[in-house]
């Protein structure tokens, strides 16, 4: 054997049945490699984003989701049932995985978390969830047909938003001055 391979990295030559060996073994990597580059978007979860607008104040907040089986047509906040409301088109049952910034909507009791309410299509539905300091990412299971998704926290984007930030400002100004000049009125 040593002589079969000292020949060959002399006459840089491939014995025949080396030769059929490379060859199939080469065929095989590159059938793998086809494969693998063809199943590879089809298995690939994308994750895309959303632009919900604030009803009140006009802003846009991303929110990213996955959905598999279907589409999202909408999403929308309700302020007055401090829930976002999602409008799907469902082919096959699926999953939605949605990631919320808590600055879009939170379920909170006091300091601490509190859970999400979800409805799909108004029914009550389980579902699995995950939380960091900024998001809650909700995993909900929905099947073929399914219209409407319904997250029902215990409050949605600023609740207060700029103008009454400057209605409190102006509020408190007046009072100083106010208080001002009773006090000159009264020393005079």
Sequence with gaps: MFNEVKQISSKREIPPNLDNSMRWMLYMIMTILAISLALTPSLAQSTN?????DPLSGNSYP???NLTGGSVKDMSLDTSSTSLVI???MANDGNLT???PRTVIDAKAGANDDQFFVLVDGAD???QESKTNTDRTLSIPVIAGTEKVEIIGTQVVPEF???SYAILIISIISIVVLTAKTR???KI
């Design 49 to 53: 984003t959303y632009n919900v607008v």
């Design 87 to 89: 409008s799907l088109q």
């Design 98 to 100: 949605i990631t919320l």
């Design 184 to 186: 000159l009125r009264l």
């Design 63 to 65: 929110v990213n989701y």
């Design 125 to 127: 539905t389980n579902f």
């Design 161 to 163: 938003g700029p103008v």
